[in-house]
């Protein structure tokens, strides 16, 4: 179990690494250099190729990165090309937001995924088809176009929520949960529709193993038979696909913040992605993975510590 | 498994989709879709562009019906005008996505343990990626280049591709077919393409269906949040993102939009779905709640039955003796909810079981035996009942009683252990959990009191560290200790009569005898009775009391053990003990063993005549006629053969495998037109048995 958990950190670390020369390279590629992009049009070009200098972007590629790495192991992702604040600062303030908005869309859709695709397969028949015809309609369903529909629902009709904007937790526990509620809402539809098939699937397996008749030859109640046995038989594959969910939710942030106007990590990628600011993006890409991959392990060592056969080697 | 050939493949894909009314909805949509948005130019009203400032923001009009948006384009245009860009990049990421992970499998089902390592390594690191933000970075250095961001997408959800298509391609890798294709000396490439793409082929069509739809979903996604195809040119999910500014004013401008994308996506998905439904999965052990209401009315509808019967005073409801199990005529078949003439696959089966006594239930796979089984203790799977016939077991028609009262019945009275002990112990529980859990439940006892008799169960079964055991989980154990286990289990309610399911099948043989032993000491010991299904002669010998030779779903034959193994009667009780080397007795162990030839028919092959005919060699004209179970001449059992008295009679014995060809008769489907074996044939067996 040591060496498993050794193996994977190692694996988390690696991958972090990777996508942090990825996204330097693509920063790179950007069109436009940094000093372009920081004095906006109409500069010099000496001005610019001045701050060029300043900033060693025509350094090697190689002494770049080593510089960058060594800044951002110290937590000094660098300043933005657009108005000079500290993008660790930044990235800080936004990272609480995107964080409760995936988490919250994490449970909300794994509570409801959970419950719709166990009341399937337990209950089968017409209750199991309806089901699935729901969440099939709920997968195809854009999340943008849900959340637009449900602000013209509760936003707009019936003031029941804030349309946009988000309240720090800090300024008032109540408005925060309120300002989260719609874009969780929003996307956990997607999210639960695909856990909900998960929890269908291998809730369905879990009742095909000859264990089950086992247990019901011994007169094992049916509820415990279900709930016990099954769902803890189920809960391997359950637990994967909620951490593979997460890692779509976070992604789904991004549209999320964008129609909530959020001040979040997925609206910093957008904003910073489209003004061509290279640090920042290079930032909050690696910022980003360190999150999706720190969760990921967990879930996965969860999903591990689930499993017998892996607890006991 | 047979090589999927490509034109029954494509006939079952066929076949699928055409099944689902989604899937072909779906079709029918998208083929639409395509030919609408390439022919726009053609009728679209207006041109993407045409602004009608005279109806800004309008709904539904004659002039534009699907209304315009806040510079008073037409909206029906402007969806078409879109589709096909939506469509064709959305195929960029299929292509690649698919594409990539099908070539990855295929070289890492191919190319050994450490390319495939590597592979999955690289894959796994892909998948735990936050894919968006990345998309989102290439678009920053790319701009918004949308077919090569497709295209990015796809390398990206090609993981998720190879880890679906993986497990297969490692099993059509590992056929026989492909070991024989090496050794024609056929190249990895040529295998890969030859003999495994073609195989893989649903899975991938599949997959692409359902990629097709998220590309769709975050294209449109990336078009929302701005970073679509360059401004006028329309997208979906630009049109959604300009309506998102007119919610207070022009809700309904989201409206067609939106539909038409989810629209899009949902006909994908449905024929992906159609394509990828399993055919026939496994049925649950535990039947859904659906299912069980259906087993009820089955139920109920024996118990009514039985009442009528005894009604008109016709019944043979004789309780029998206290611990006497009464088979009596019993059948078991597949439910059929509508028109409750399911396909049976247990008829007319009787059988007694007295105290202490030990019957086999004999028979290939496919004979009903394991139905029958679990039929006693009403554990029938999903989709499968008694359909007739009675259970008697203390004064009670089993068959006709309810599932809640089956569970006073069930580890109490009658127990079960099944084929494969491994299996039947539950993985994520201890062995100490499983026993202790199982004892309070059918003793009531306490928890102290329960662990206590936990132990000692487990040695009574014979296990010598049953402290240690009671800590293990059942992956830690070896097969014959679980099988002691799953004994220990089963007698934990210390039931009457234990139904043991092919208990040796998949032990060691020295541990096949040590199972054996212990039942036989318990069923001394404890008086208890067993039903003991196997295809295993040597373990009727060992065990069983009584024999009754199941085929084709009903009893060919039954009596004494020592009757049947010495004296059989009928022919397929005479092939069974040719084929049995443990069977024969040592001195007069024939050369060469027997074989059967052909198969156990199909239920739904069954022939109104003799079930075993087109397998016999002694068939004859007369077997076409349905034949009864007759008390044999052989003890006091029964025979369901017309030809065996004379069989008995002739001395004649079940020839050994390298019988001439034309001697035996032809074992073509009993199920299409006549099996009328042709006189002359008739005779030639004859002749050659004489
Ligand atoms: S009835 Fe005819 S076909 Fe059937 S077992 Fe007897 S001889 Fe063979």
């Known amino acids: 179990m040591a060496l498993f958990v050794a193996k994977r950190l190692l694996m ?22 940094p000093g372009a992009v920081s004095l906006g049009a109409g500069a010099s070009q000496d001005a610019i190729d001045q701050l060029n200098r300043q900033l060693g972007w025509n350094d090697p590629l190689v002494s770049q990165f080593a510089r960058w790495l060594g ?63 729901f969440v099939g309609l709920l997968v195809a369903l854009p ?155 967990v879930l996965e060592l969860a999903t591990k510590f689930l499993d017998p056969k892996l607890r006991a080697s | 498994m047979p090589r999927p050939g490509r034109a029954a493949l494509t006939r079952l ?105 590597a592979i999955s390594r690289v894959t796994e690191v892909m998948m735990s990626l936050p894919g968006t933000v990345i998309i989102l970075a290439v678009i920053g250095a790319v701009g918004t280049n949308i077919p090569l961001v497709m295209a990015i997408l796809g390398i990206l959800m090609s993981a998720g591709i190879y880890r679906v298509i993986l497990g297969q391609a490692k099993s059509l890798q590992s056929q026989l077919y492909v070991d024989a294709a090496k050794v024609d000396g056929l190249g990895p490439l040529g295998i890969s393409v030859r003999h495994v793409l073609p195989g893989l082929a649903n899975t991938v069509v599949v997959q692409a269906a359902l990629i097709f739809a998220v590309g769709m979903l975050i294209q449109a996604g990336l078009a929302f949040i701005g970073f679509g195809p360059p401004i006028p040119q329309p997208s979906w999910g630009g049109m959604i993102q300009g309506a998102s500014q007119h919610v207070y004013d022009a809700p309904w401008m989201m409206v067609p939009t939106g539909a038409v994308l989810a629209l899009t996506v949902l006909s994908a998905n449905a024929i992906g779905n159609a394509l990828g439904k399993a055919p026939n999965a496994a049925a649950p052990h535990l039947p859904s709640a659906a299912d069980r209401r259906q087993r009820a009315k089955a139920v109920a509808a024996i118990a009514a039955a039985a009442r009528d019967a005894e009604e008109t005073g016709d019944a043979g409801t004789d309780a029998g003796a206290k611990g006497t199990l009464s088979v009596r005529n019993l059948s078991v078949g597949v439910d059929n909810a509508g028109t409750g003439t399911g396909v049976q696959l247990v008829t007319g089966v009787s059988f007694d079981v007295e105290p202490g006594t030990v019957l086999g239930l004999v028979g290939e796979s496919g004979c ?31 068959a006709a009683t309810p599932d809640k009262d089956m569970q ?78 799953a004994v220990a289990l089963a007698l934990s309610g210390r039931p009457k009569l234990l139904v043991a399911d092919e208990p040796t099948t998949a032990l060691d043989v020295t541990v ?28 009727v010998a060992d065990i069983c009391d009584q024999v009754a030779v199941m085929y084709a779903g009903h009893v060919v034959e039954n009596g004494r053990t020592a009757a049947i193994l010495d004296n059989p009667r009928h022919p397929y009780t005479l092939a069974l003990l040719a084929a049995d080397p443990h069977a024969n007795h040592a001195d007069s162990m024939p050369e060469r063993l027997a074989t059967i030839s052909g198969q156990v028919p199909q239920p739904k ?40 008295d004379q069989l008995a009679i002739e001395g004649m014995d079940w020839l050994a495998t390298d019988v001439p060809a034309g001697r035996l008769l032809p074992v073509s489907p009993v199920s299409s037109a006549t099996p009328e074996p042709a006189p002359e044939q008739d005779s030639i067996v004859e002749k050659d048995l004489a």
């Open chain 2, 13 to 117: 894909s066929r076949h699928r989709l055409l099944g689902s009314p989604g899937a072909v909805a779906g079709l029918v949509w998208l083929a639409a879709l395509v030919i609408a948005s390439l022919t726009a130019p053609l009728w679209l009203p207006f041109k993407t562009e045409d602004q009608d400032f005279t109806a800004v923001l309008s709904g539904p009009t004659a002039a534009h019906w699907l209304g315009t948006d806040e510079l008073g384009r037409d909206i029906l245009s402007r969806i078409f005008a879109a589709a096909a860009g939506t469509l064709g990049t959305s195929m960029i990421t299929v292509i690649v996505g698919v594409g990539l992970g099908t070539i990855l499998a295929m070289l890492a089902a191919g190319a050994g343990e450490r390319t495939e390592t």
């Open chain 1, 143 to 297: 999340a943008f176009w849900v959340g637009i529909i449900f602000v013209y629902l509760f936003a707009v009709q019936s003031s029941v929520f804030p349309a946009t904007g988000y309240v720090p937790f800090e300024v008032s526990p109540q408005d925060w949960a309120l300002s989260l509620a719609l874009p969780v809402i929003t996307l956990a539809v997607g999210g639960a529709a695909f856990i909900a098939r998960q929890t269908r699937a291998s809730m369905l397996e879990a009742l095909q193993q000859e264990h089950i008749r086992t247990l019901r030859a011994t007169a094992t109640p049916t509820w415990k038979i279900l709930y016990v046995h099954a769902l803890r038989y189920a809960s391997l594959p359950i637990v994967a696909g909620i951490a593979l969910q997460f890692i779509g939710l976070f992604g789904g942030s991004v549209i999320a913040e964008q129609l909530f106007a959020m001040p979040g990590l997925g609206q910093a990628v957008q904003t910073s992605v489209s003004t061509h600011d290279a640090p920042a993006v290079q930032g909050v890409v690696v910022i980003a993975t360190v999150v999706v991959v720190a969760v990921n392990l």
């Open chain 2, 605 to 644: 092959d069954w022939p109104a005549g003799c079930r075993f005919a087109a397998r016999c060699q002694f068939a004859g004209s007369a077997c076409l006629e349905p034949v009864p179970l007759l008390p044999s001449s052989a003890g006091d059992g029964l025979v369901r053969c017309v030809k065996a």
């Open chain 2, 512 to 539: 096949q005898a040590e199972i054996l032993s212990l039942l036989r000491a318990l069923v001394k010991d404890t008086g208890m009775s067993v039903v003991m299904v196997t295809h295993d002669l040597g373990v």
């Open chain 2, 368 to 398: 009903g035996k394991t139905m029958t089984a679990l039929s006693l203790l009403g554990l029938l799977p999903s989709g499968v009942s008694a359909t007739g016939g009675q259970i008697l077991w203390n004064g009670r028609n089993l």
């Open chain 1, 71 to 133: 800044d951002a192991a110290q937590g000094n992702l660098g300043v933005s090309l657009i108005d000079g604040r500290s993008i660790t600062a930044d990235l800080a303030n936004r990272l609480p937001v995107t964080a409760s908005l995936a988490a919250g869309a994490t449970i909300l859709s794994a509570v409801l995924g959970v419950a719709l695709g166990v009341t399937a397969a337990v209950r089968g028949g017409l209750l199991d088809r309806a089901i699935g015809g």
């Open chain 2, 408 to 485: 006073s019945v069930r580890g109490r009275e009658i127990a079960l252990i099944s084929q494969e002990p491994m299996r039947a112990l539950d993985p994520m529980f201890t062995v100490g959990y499983q026993l202790t859990a199982t004892i309070r439940r059918l003793r009531g006892m306490g928890r102290s009191e329960a662990r206590a008799e936990a132990h000692s169960l487990l040695e009574k079964v014979g296990i010598v560290d049953a402290g240690r055991i009671l800590k293990t989980y059942p992956h830690q154990i070896s097969g014959g200790m679980a099988q002691r286990v």
């Open chain 1, 12 to 33: 988390a670390l690696a991958t972090v690494l990777v996508v942090a020369v990825l996204a330097f390279l693509l920063v790179h590629a950007m069109p436009g250099s």
